[in-house]
Structures are given as C-alpha cells and as structure tokens.
C-alpha cells in the first residue's frame, strides 16, 4: 500500500505515539523532531530548490514542499475584518505599528497569512517588546551625552559594545537594566519556529542577530573548539568568537540529547551571558525537562537555572497544531508487498534526467560520506546505511545541504534491541524536516506502527502501579478488623 505522507505526517505520528514520555533518555529522545516554520513563502522554497541544482519538478511544483498555516488567499479587507472579530483576539491593528515581528504579524493575519490566535499574539507581543527594547538601548547607545564625551576625554578606558556594557553593569539607566531573552515552548506546531523567525526577519542589521538551528549552531561549536585545541581555554575562545559576531542569538528547537553538548553548554552560555548575549530560542520542552534522565543530569541542572534568570520562559502549549492545517504534497511513504520496487521507482523517476551514480559528500572537520546512489539533487540511501552506522546529525545536515530529496529504504518497527538505531533515524527526520528536505520511505509497518513496541513513561508507570497493587494489596477495613480481633 502507499501512503502519501509528508515529513510532518511522519513527525506527527511518532509524536502522537509518544505524547512526550518516554521511559528512557533513548526513548525520550525518539520524539523530539524539529519543528519547521509554520509559515515560509513559495520564494524561499524555489530558493531551495534553485540551492539544489534547480530541479525542474520542484521549480513547477514549489507547493511540494510548502509546509504553512496560511488560509486561501482572501481579500486583505474581509481578512482585517474576519481577525478583529475573531474569539480571544489581543491586539488590533495600528498605523502607530511600523517594524518589528509585531508589525509582519499584522500585516500577515491582513492578508490571511495566519489566522488570529491568542496565543501567538501574546507571543508576539513579548517579541516585540524585546525588539522595542534592543531598538532602545541601541539608540541609547548612539546617543552619548556631552558629559560622557568629557569624560573619556584622555582616558584610556577599554571599549566594549553596547550589549557588554549592558549585561555588565555602568554608570547610566539605560545600561542598568538587563535585557531578558525569551524561551518559547510547546508542542509542535503551534508557530513557536514561524514567530522566532519573524523577530529575525524584522530584525535591522545593528541587532547582529544570527538565526540557526540548535544542531547546527552545537556543531558549529564542537568544530571551533577543535580549531582553538591550543588556547588554554578553548571553550573560552569559542564563547567570545560567537559573542563578537552576534549580539542576538536565535537557536530554533533547543533540545540537549548528547552528554557531549550537555557538558559545556553551562559554561558556555554562561560567558556567552558574561558578554551581553541576548538568546532567543524555541523548544518543544520547558527548561526544567532538558536533558532528562539524561547522564550525570545534575552537573546539567545549573545551566537550567542560568537559562531561566537570563530568559522569560513562555509557554505555547495549544491544542491547535497549524501544521496540520497545511497542505502537504507529494510525500510518499511505502509500506506494501512491493514497497522497495516501488521506492526505487520513485527515486528514478525523481532522479531525471540525471543519470544515478556513486559519490562522495564532505561532511566537517575533514570527514566524507559515501552515497551509494546519486542522481543530480536527489540520493538513495538505506536504512542501514543512514541508522546503522557511524553517523549522526553532522552527516545529516552534510546531506541536507547536498539533496533536496532523499529516499530512505528498509526501515523497521522499532525494538528496544535496535534503539540507538531508531534514535538515529529521529535525529535524521529531525535534521531533514529543519531543513526543508523531501523524504521518500520505505518501511516493514505503518507510520503509527514503527515505535509501538516502545512504552511511554505513563504506560510504564501504570505497569508498576498495577503490578504494586498486586503484590501488596491495600488492607480493607474488614481485614483490618480482623487483625485487631486477632
């Protein structure tokens, strides 16, 4: 049988099965796929496309991969109309709101772009006070006063930025105040990446924000600490080469799975901090669930705490997931008798008109990946191959980066004797969906059936519950009775 299933029909399903509970770090691991924009235009998707060789089929069906809240286009009045009449609106529009994330917001749900939602509109409005706040203190900052000027004058003080003076205390008001960052969470779906990304969008170039995934930005980490292996504190280095180069950080689905980013993520965002850094960041977990049951978590627990003084914790949770709203084509997923011909016929067809061939794909820090099959943007691969090796989220993005579509053959229902493999292949959706990358599949079940051997905490805490309930039963009243009688 074939499904016609997107990558976040897939997602979907996996975070349907584990609702966010999962009996072992491994197993918790298994849900947290990356959400990617609610909203993304069809430009951006043909420069996608075009990034990857420019496929023909993708630049007449740029609808393929266009994941969105949007509504039917309709008529900017009748959309204006339909928005301030909706149930638990919060904001209105107004000409005295010019830029910001707010004022691409607005102009948005005008259009039709996003339907009203009171729980985007408090988050926008956080958004826009922390844009409002940066745009402050900037201007502050350009603003010297002829007193400070006299000051200076013939003093050999260091100069530092706006930011640094900010977060590190002096002399003035506007430099007294700190600025906190902002931590949305919630389930997937529910615009937390689609409102992140349009305080980035809207942000003027003197913010020096720099917007990034959580993978790509901990790879990023890991390979200049390699660089700076001489300096006697290269995690040091690191922190301030990040803080040279933004003043704001946006890190899209903030999710800690490896003991590795576990051990220097206090350190560095604590210097990061130290130098005036302002983190904006999605996640589909509150601060307190990171990294659980994860190793040595204790050593991870003063980061939690630094990451809740240093940003407002803002939850999403809704019940309404716009992802799901969208319209999702082309997105195959085999699961018959005949699913692998199928799959290769697919991968073929897609493929023209390149001719398939073996190659190999640089991946950092010197490393290379063999791809078995290649033709033009678009590569073949097993499950055993991708899940079954040594590979991890530095090869995925590799291939992100190379193929706009990737077939994945052979992959199984899961087993707790194969789950660093069904870890791996969650990291693989997770980097492959940020990315905006089409997915082929083959599988031995259906989407809902590939993780049903996999028991979620509360099922696992109603078996033992069950199991104490029988084995030491609640004494009665009579047979309390009877042990006083006795």
Known sequence: MLTRLSLHGLNRCLTQRFAGLAVTAVQQQLIELAALSTSFSSQQVLSNANRHCGSSELIRQ??????????????????????????????????????????????????????????QENTIKLLQALYDQLKQ?????????????????????????????????????????????????????????????????????????????????????????????SHQD????????????????????????????????????????????????TSNRAPDALYENGLQRNLFLPFIEKLKKACKVHDMASVTDYRRLAHHHRGLFF???????????????????????????????????????????????????????????ADYIALANKFHTIALSGVPVFTADIRSQAYRFVTLIDVLYEHRIRVFCSADGEPTDLFVNIMTLQEARTQRSNMVNLLFPAPSEHSSDDRQHI
Not at 89 to 98: G, M
Not at 249 to 276: H, K, P, Q, T, Y
Not at 354 to 373: C, E, K
């Open 137 to 229: 203190v900037h201007l502050e900052h350009k603003r010297p006063s002829g007193l400070t000027t006299t000051d200076h004058i013939g003093l050999d003080k260091p100069r530092h930025s706006w930011f640094t003076r900010l977060m590190t205390g002096s002399p003035t008001k506007a430099q007294q105040t700190k600025l906190q960052g902002l931590y949305m969470c919630g389930g997937v779906g529910v615009g937390k990446t689609m409102l992140m990304d349009l305080l980035a969008h809207s942000a003027p170039s003197s913010f020096q924000l720099k917007r990034t995934h959580f993978h790509d930005f901990m790879l990023d980490v890991h390979s200049s600490l390699k660089k700076y292996h």
């Open 62 to 119: 740029p609808q393929q991969f266009l994941h969105t809240s949007a509504r039917p286009a309709q008529d900017p009045q009748s959309a204006e109309k339909a928005a301030s009449q909706a149930d638990g609106s919060t904001i209105q529009d107004s000409a005295s709101i010019t830029e910001g994330p707010m004022r691409a917001y607005l102009d948005g749900r005008n259009s039709g772009l996003f339907k009203p939602d009171p729980r």
């Open 234 to 281: 290269p995690l040091v280095q690191v922190a301030d080469s990040v803080a040279r180069e933004s003043k704001v950080l946006c890190l899209d689905e903030f999710f800690v799975n490896d003991v590795a980013d576990a051990a220097i993520l206090n350190r560095l965002f604590s210097r990061l901090w130290e130098n005036g850094l302002v983190l904006v960041s």
């Open 335 to 393: 699961s018959d008798d005949q699913r692998e011909e199928e799959l290769q016929a697919r991968f073929q067809e897609v493929a023209q008109p390149h001719s398939t061939r073996p190659i190999r794909v640089d991946v950092i820090m010197g490393r290379t990946l063999d791809v078995a099959q290649a033709g033009g943007p678009v590569c073949f691969f097993t499950f055993d191959k991708l899940c079954n090796a040594n590979v991890g989220a």
